[in-house]
């Protein structure tokens, strides 16, 4: 039996755990942590039963005790018990899925506790992933991709361990790759000028092509800052160079990405867009497990078609390449930027080209420090969003 907590458990990610958990009697959910949503994590608690669970906001925390007052579960509320979730002694592995740099503490917090970490909140890697994988190292805890163009890499990895395949810290023979190409759907403005891209709003930015994912996700695919942030984490996760990282529009998202080798070949991963794959491979990994669900028809298929990225067009992504390669606390600053650029662009507040425009006003004020620990990360964090709300 392998016992797992999930952080985000009532988001896209943490659903779609809860689906594997359900096909798989052989895994046990010890805690949940979710922000706000108390009637679905009541519901959680219910089918789960869980030790215990954490809500973000301390009045969710209490509306939660009473409505699960019946049963046998520690209610638990902000840091404090994202924390005690993080490191609870009776799970084996945290799945990280809630967004954004609240998950850094509970990660570090985990790792100390020797848990393994799926990993689906990618700015804990942007943003302090010189502290986290140095330290994943140090624990021998593995760290276990959930973004599907992450597994994917990791997938096409496999055959270039270096030792043995394990459930602990891995790695790789980095010298046999020579580049890793990182796919991304273009989202649904792919093709279109920026005239043309003035007069979009949230509800347009929403719909995604091929992937049902959370709100700022979905608006962070549309702006390629999404896949800005992902060659961020691929750095830290495979311990490669930026000009090893090569982003390649594929609008069928059937190729989640690849490695190339310093021979020439290339190692691919394909399959339906589908979050649950690389959800469950992390959570079983060496293992495979049989899923049920859609298969790739190349038949039907027909053609796979792959193009560069249109950085002119779509800004954020060379600027998550320029935030990369400054280091230090300027990755914080693009990450939170964008965060508050987004949440400011769903509220109707900015326009859609505002956020990257926001984003480099932020990295152009911000005065960097070279290796932030975890208080100069927040702070920084919480400097951005007051500097970005002072522009308006």
């Known amino acids: 039996m392998k016992k797992i907590a999930i952080l985000g458990s009532t988001g896209s990610i943490g659903t779609q755990t809860l689906e594997i958990v359900r096909n798989n009697p052989d895994l046990q959910v010890v805690a949940l942590a979710a922000g706000a949503n108390v009637e679905k ?108 163009e992450h597994s994917a890499i990791f997938q096409s990895l496999n055959g270039e361990l270096a030792g043995k395949a394990s459930r602990r810290y891995v790695e790789y023979h980095r010298d046999r790759v020579e580049k890793i190409l990182l796919t991304a759907s273009g989202g649904p403005f792919r ?36 896949k800005g942030l992902e060659v961020m984490e691929a750095k830290w996760l495979f311990g490669v160079e930026l000009d090893q990282i090569q982003v390649v529009i594929h609008p069928q998202s059937i190729v989640h990405s690849a490695v190339q080798y310093v021979d020439g070949a290339i190692i691919a991963q394909l399959g339906v867009p589908d979050m649950k794959l690389p959800i469950q491979y992390a959570l079983f990994y060496p293992d495979r497990r049989p899923m049920q669900g859609e298969r790739v028809d190349l ?65 152009e004020h911000h005065k960097m420090a070279a290796a932030p620990g975890v208080e100069k990360i927040l702070e920084t964090e919480q400097e951005t969003y007051t500097y970005i709300l002072s522009l308006l």
Not at 127 to 148: C, F, Q, R, Y
Not at 192 to 214: S, V, Y
Request: with cysteine; proline share 5%; hydrophobic share 45%.
């Open 191 to 226: 093709g279109r000028t920026r005239e043309q891209l003035k007069a979009i709003r949230p509800e347009d930015a929403l719909k995604h092509p091929n992937w049902n994912m959370g709100r700022k996700v979905t608006i962070d695919s549309s702006t390629l800052v999404n």
């Open 299 to 363: 038949f039907a298929l027909g053609q796979l078609t792959f193009e560069a990225p249109d950085t002119n067009t779509f800004p954020g992504l060379a600027l998550a390449y320029r935030a990369a390669r400054t280091g230090g606390s300027l990755p914080t600053v693009y990450n939170a930027a964008n965060e508050m650029a987004v949440r400011l662009f769903l509220e109707n507040k900015i326009s859609y080209l505002g956020i990257s425009e926001l984003i480099e006003k932020a990295m």
């Open 41 to 148: 994590m009541e519901e959680q608690i219910r089918e789960f039963r869980p030790l215990a669970a954490c809500m973000w906001r301390p009045e969710a925390a209490r509306d939660l005790r009473v409505r699960v007052a019946d049963l046998n579960v520690r209610i638990l509320s902000g840091m404090e018990g994202l924390l005690e979730v993080a490191a609870l002694p009776e799970s084996q592995m945290l799945v990280t899925a809630i967004v954004g740099m609240i998950g850094i503490r509970p990660t570090i917090a985990a790792i100390e506790a020797g848990k393994d970490i799926a990993l689906a909140n990618k700015e804990t890697l942007v943003t302090a992933g010189h502290l986290i994988m140095p330290l994943a190292k140090e624990k021998n805890v593995a760290i276990l991709p959930v973004d599907s």
